[in-house]
C-alpha cells in the first residue's frame, strides 16, 4: 500500500475493525493495535504500564503480545530522542493493491469531475461511500450528479441511498 493511509481521509482504526480477519489479529492483539494507534494520533507517552492499564492486563501479557506481533512483522519499536515509539503502519501495507487502486480511482474521477482538489470533509464523506457502496455504485451517483449538475457530495449521497433503498 502506498502511503495512502497517512492520508487525512484514511481513518485507520475503522480499516483496522474492517481488516481484522483478514489480518488473524487476536482480540488482544487488534485492541493493541488500536490502543497504539489511538495514543500515536494523540501523541501520548506509551510504554508497558499504560497499554496494560487500559487494557486490564499486566505486563507481562502486553509483553507476549508485543513480541508477537514484532515477529509477524506488524510492529515496530524502536528509539528516539523523545522515548521509545511504537509503530503500526506495516499493517497498513498489508491491504490488497486492487483496493488501494479502486480508492484512487473514485478520488480522482470525483477530484476530475468537480474540477479541484476535494476538501477534508468531501474525503470525509467520500471515504464513507467507499466503506458502504460499490464502486460502480458510487461512479454511477457521480456521473448522475455530474449530469444534473448538481456536483456536490449531499446530492451524490441522496443518490446513493436511493438506489440502495431500491434494491432492497
Same mark, same amino acid.
Given at each position: 500500500?502506498?502511503? $495512502?493511509? +497517512?492520508?487525512?481521509? @484514511?481513518?485507520?482504526?475503522?480499516? %483496522?475493525?474492517? !481488516?481484522?480477519?483478514? *489480518?488473524?489479529?487476536?482480540?488482544?492483539?487488534?485492541? $493493541?493495535? +488500536?490502543?497504539?494507534? @489511538?495514543?500515536?494520533?494523540?501523541? %501520548?507517552?506509551? !510504554?508497558?504500564?499504560? *497499554?496494560?492499564?487500559?487494557?486490564?492486563?499486566?505486563?507481562?501479557?502486553?509483553?507476549?503480545?508485543?513480541?508477537?506481533?514484532?515477529?509477524?512483522?506488524?510492529?515496530?519499536?524502536?528509539?528516539?530522542?523523545?522515548?521509545?515509539?511504537?509503530?503500526?503502519?506495516?499493517?497498513?501495507?498489508?491491504?490488497?493493491?486492487?483496493?488501494?487502486?479502486?480508492?484512487?480511482?473514485?478520488?480522482?474521477?470525483?477530484?476530475?469531475?468537480?474540477?479541484?482538489?476535494?476538501?477534508?470533509?468531501?474525503?470525509?464523506?467520500?471515504?464513507?461511500?467507499?466503506?458502504?457502496?460499490?464502486?460502480?455504485?458510487?461512479?454511477?451517483?457521480?456521473?448522475?450528479?455530474?449530469?444534473?449538475?448538481?456536483?456536490?457530495?449531499?446530492?451524490?449521497?441522496?443518490?446513493?441511498?436511493?438506489?440502495?433503498?431500491?434494491?432492497?
Amino acid at each position: 500500500m502506498s502511503d $495512502l493511509y +497517512l492520508k487525512p481521509y @484514511f481513518n485507520r482504526r475503522n480499516w %483496522l475493525l474492517d !481488516n481484522a480477519q483478514n *489480518l488473524s489479529l487476536s482480540s488482544e492483539e487488534l485492541l $493493541l493495535c +488500536l490502543l497504539i494507534d @489511538f495514543l500515536n494520533e494523540q501523541d %501520548l507517552t506509551i !510504554n508497558y504500564e499504560i *497499554l496494560g492499564a487500559k487494557l486490564s492486563l499486566d505486563k507481562d501479557r502486553v509483553d507476549e503480545i508485543v513480541q508477537l506481533l514484532v515477529t509477524r512483522g506488524l510492529l515496530e519499536i524502536y528509539v528516539t530522542e523523545t522515548g521509545v515509539q511504537y509503530d503500526i503502519h506495516h499493517i497498513f501495507e498489508l491491504v490488497d493493491e486492487h483496493n488501494e487502486d479502486i480508492s484512487h480511482d473514485i478520488f480522482q474521477a470525483f477530484e476530475d469531475s468537480f474540477t479541484r482538489p476535494l476538501s477534508p470533509m468531501e474525503l470525509a464523506k467520500l471515504s464513507d461511500f467507499i466503506a458502504d457502496y460499490s464502486k460502480e455504485d458510487i461512479l454511477e451517483a457521480l456521473r448522475s450528479a455530474d449530469a444534473y449538475r448538481k456536483l456536490n457530495m449531499s446530492y451524490i449521497e441522496k443518490i446513493l441511498k436511493n438506489k440502495n433503498e431500491s434494491k432492497s
